[in-house]
C-alpha cells in the first residue's frame, strides 16, 4: 500500500489549503480513510475521517467547521479541504487508510500511512 499525500505549504493566518492523497495498492473505494496531524512535541492527533463511500465524515473539535474531508473513489484520491487556517493548525499532516470499511478516529485502527506533508501557518 502506498499513500502520497501532497499539497501542504506555508500560508498566511486565515488563509485556505487543499491536501490531496493518492492511494495505491489497496482497494481504495472499500477502505475507510483518515487525516491525522503531528505537531512538534506534541502526539500525533486525529483530524478528519470518511467512509468508504463517502457518506459519513467525522472530525477532531478543533478543526470543526474548517475543514472538510472527501474524496474521489474513481481517483483512488482522499483530500482534505483546510479553510481559516490557524497557527495552532501547523503540523505534519498524514493521510492513512482503515483496517475496514469503517469510519474511525483511532489511530489503531489505520494500517497504513503516507509520508506526511508539512502545512505551516503564519501569523
Known amino acids: 500500500v502506498q499513500l502520497q499525500a501532497s499539497g501542504g505549504g506555508l500560508v498566511q493566518v486565515g488563509d485556505s489549503l487543499s491536501l490531496s492523497c493518492a492511494a495505491s495498492?489497496?482497494?481504495?473505494?472499500?477502505?475507510?480513510m483518515g487525516w491525522f496531524r503531528q505537531a512538534p512535541g506534541r502526539e500525533r492527533e486525529f483530524v478528519a475521517a470518511?467512509?468508504?463511500?463517502?457518506?459519513?465524515?467525522r472530525y477532531a473539535e478543533p478543526v470543526k467547521g474548517r475543514f472538510t474531508i472527501s474524496r474521489h473513489n474513481g481517483e483512488n484520491t482522499v483530500y482534505l479541504q483546510m479553510n481559516n487556517l490557524k497557527p495552532e493548525d501547523t503540523a505534519l499532516y498524514y493521510c492513512?487508510?482503515?483496517?475496514?470499511?469503517?469510519?474511525?478516529?483511532?489511530?489503531?485502527?489505520?494500517?497504513?500511512w503516507g509520508q506526511g506533508t508539512q502545512v505551516t501557518v503564519s501569523s
Open positions: 495498492g489497496l482497494t481504495f473505494s472499500y477502505t475507510g
Open positions: 470518511i467512509s468508504w463511500a463517502g457518506t459519513k465524515t
Open positions: 492513512a487508510a482503515a483496517r475496514g470499511t469503517f469510519i474511525t478516529t483511532d489511530s489503531y485502527e489505520y494500517d497504513s
